[in-house]
């Protein structure tokens, strides 16, 4: 074997080592605010590529997307300019619940996230694979490539992503591979072990994609996108709202395909003890759902379009890693694609992460300053997850960089706050997916008011111009206005009460304001301006209005709760305690703290095995100063 050389190359503020969603998103954050950063990945054609579902958003992630593109990230944007069909889901709930999901031109999206990474300031596009890192002084200082570069930096970011020791797996077939049959990094695990890192094996999987000229769409239910516009980037006008949508079709599995399943379990990974990873729950192959739900006669599939400009379609909630041809048996005994034409088999693919207990709430680690990590490699899944990370990430090292504080979103501020607590906090089993019932304010993080809640944090960091910050707050003022508006309004039983009676109200017996009125059941802001004259502002305004208004008493309950924790949070844990110094800890505790490390008391009262008894232990000696450090 020839031995590489190695060379000093340039050295740079940042570098991210990974281009895929957390890594773009890293990259443009330390760039935008001023740091020279260097972005090298696998292969730069890879660059923003979708090697799972082609789409962005849906329940909780698609708030996740409204909140990147609030703190100035790119996500949003670029699925604005690229998506094929754009819906709002849940829109029969609450305002909570509510999310924003676009169907993605895959080739599209990849090709304006380049474009936009290359002609970004202060940021350095570079194809190589990396080996290792730069350690110096127990600190992360930059990365050493296959060709023997070794690059400099006060800060790195790795976002390996399923790339880390990528294994693919299709029945009895297995290889090194990255996901889509990308190089795989293989040493640069075996460095981050070397260095003292815990790893461990996860898998994620892919569904066979099909060529949409063999598709009989007759027998499939037809899912069009909305014709009411929406957008993921609060930038994006309604105007640029696409009308030529293509559609998603719905069909479903049948006793046939489960048969075809149950008769070949034998030769699934997944069954067989060759898949080694624990797989994601909320996201299972078709051959998990079967054995798991034997009582389901059916299980529903999405097709959908990965472009305009292919005819490979996605068959969605058909992941595998069957043999391929007990997969072609399984898609021809599904109404529709009898006939489906097999253009890429599904897949399974194991790679390693870090185990995310190993990170601080910034998402250093703790194991080596000044390296960051996100996005799948920290225990996640989704495009959205890793985006949200990667964003975090890429604004901490830049801090790092610029030698200032860090910037933590707390659970109450955003559901990439969430995210971020329960990783570092709780760690992860299994791939790590958000969902709306992990936020305990989830009124408040609603997909709808995502700029009200960090629009002010992006435009302190550098992300938000100055022009994108007045239209802001130009429409907070709006807002604020057209509510104290209401309050001065006054409408009375006889303007009001032939409309109630019709439509099933109860009458007023008093006078009462435009606000009062609307908060009733069945009244929104557009029967309200039947009584009252119009305000000339935008819909987005008005939406707002209408929910702050109705759900004002929800709003105010959850506000007192956020009081409290942030009480808790003010709270602060020295570093380096002596855990095991202190009398009264159960075991489980004193093991749970020393290994998490929190730095709040709200922090260790989330952590699993601290009871309240332990927090209350832990406070006391805070504030007695009684505290052991470990050297």
């Not at 949508?245 to 069909?251: P, R």
């Not at 250093?364 to 959205?384: C, D, H, I, R, W």
Request: charged share 25%; with cysteine; hydrophobic share 35%.
């Amino acid at each position: 074997m020839v031995e590489v050389k190695e060379y000093d190359a340039q050295s740079y503020d940042v570098i991210v080592v990974g281009a895929g969603h957390a890594g773009c998103e890293a990259a443009l954050a330390s760039a935008r605010m001023g740091q020279e950063t260097l972005l090298v990945t696998l292969n730069v054609d890879m660059l923003a590529f979708m090697p799972c579902n082609p789409s962005v958003g849906g329940p909780a992630k698609g708030i996740v997307v409204r909140e990147i593109d609030a703190l100035g990230g790119e996500m949003g944007h670029n699925i604005d300019k690229t998506y094929i069909q754009m819906r709002m889901l849940n829109t029969g709930k609450g305002p909570a619940v509510r999310a924003l999901r676009a169907q993605a031109d895959k080739a599209a999206y990849h090709r304006s996230m380049k474009q936009t990474i290359e002609h970004q300031d202060h940021l350095t596009l570079r194809q190589g694979l990396v080996n290792s890192l730069i350690v110096e002084d127990g600190k992360a200082a930059g990365v050493v490539t296959a060709t023997g570069a070794r690059y400099h930096a006060k800060a790195v970011v790795l976002t390996a992503g399923t790339s880390s020791r990528g294994k693919i797996i299709i029945g009895e077939l297995m290889y090194s591979s990255g996901p889509n049959n990308s190089l795989p990094s293989i040493k640069l695990s075996e460095n981050l072990e070397q260095l003292g890192f815990k790893l461990r094996r996860f898998k994620t999987g892919t569904p066979p994609r099909v060529d949409g000229d063999s598709i009989d769409f007759s027998k499939t239910e037809e899912q069009p996108g909305d014709k009411t516009p929406n957008h993921f980037s609060f930038t994006t006008p309604d105007s640029m709202y696409l009308k030529d949508q293509l559609s998603c079709w719905m069909t479903y599995t049948n006793e046939n395909t489960h048969n075809i399943i149950r008769q070949n379990l034998s030769r699934a990974p997944m069954f067989s003890g060759v898949i080694e990873g624990v797989g994601p729950r909320y996201c299972p192959s078709i051959e998990d759902k079967v054995v798991r739900f034997a009582d389901k006669p059916r299980h529903q599939l999405f097709l959908e379009p990965e472009g305009r400009d292919t005819s490979e379609y996605y068959v969605g909630d058909f992941s595998t890693s069957m043999p391929e041809e007990i997969q072609l048996k399984m898609l021809h005994s599904v109404a529709g694609l009898e006939n489906a034409a097999l253009m890429r088999p599904g897949y399974a693919i194991e790679y390693d992460i870090i185990e995310p207990w190993q990170l601080r709430s910034n998402l250093e680690t703790k194991v080596l300053p000044n390296l960051f990590t996100a996005g799948q490699m920290n225990g996640t899944s989704g495009y959205e997850e890793a985006a949200g990370q990667g964003i975090m990430a890429g604004i901490n090292a830049g801090l790092r960089a610029q030698g200032k504080d860090p910037f933590i979103l707390g659970r109450d501020e955003a559901y990439i706050g969430v995210m971020i607590d329960d990783l570092v906090t709780k760690g992860t089993n299994e791939p790590y997916r958000l969902l709306t019932s992990r936020a305990e304010y989830r009124l408040l993080l609603r997909h709808d008011n995502a700029d009200l809640r960090l629009t002010d944090k992006g435009h302190a960091l550098g992300l938000i111009d100055d022009a994108r910050y007045a239209r802001f707050t130009a429409k907070r003022d709006a807002i604020e206005a057209e509510k104290a508006r209401l309050d001065t309004l006054r409408l009375k039983p006889k303007d009001v009460n032939d409309w109630l009676e019709a439509n099933g109200g109860i009458a007023l017996k008093d006078s009462v304001t435009a606000t009062e009125f609307l908060r009733r059941p069945g009244i929104d802001y557009a029967t309200l301006t039947q009584f009252i004259p119009a305000a000339d502002v935008d819909h987005r305004v008005t939406e707002q209005v209408e929910i702050q208004v109705k759900y004002a008493g929800y709003i105010a309950k959850e506000e007192q709760r956020i009081a409290k924790l942030r009480r808790q949070e003010a709270k602060k844990i020295p570093d380096r305690i002596d855990y095991a110094a202190i009398n009264g800890l159960a075991t489980e505790a004193r093991q749970k703290l020393a290994k998490i490390q929190p730095t709040t008391l709200a922090q260790a009262a989330r952590i699993s095995g601290v009871n309240p008894a332990d927090v209350a232990i832990l406070s006391v000696y805070i504030e007695q100063g009684k505290i052991a450090k470990t050297n």
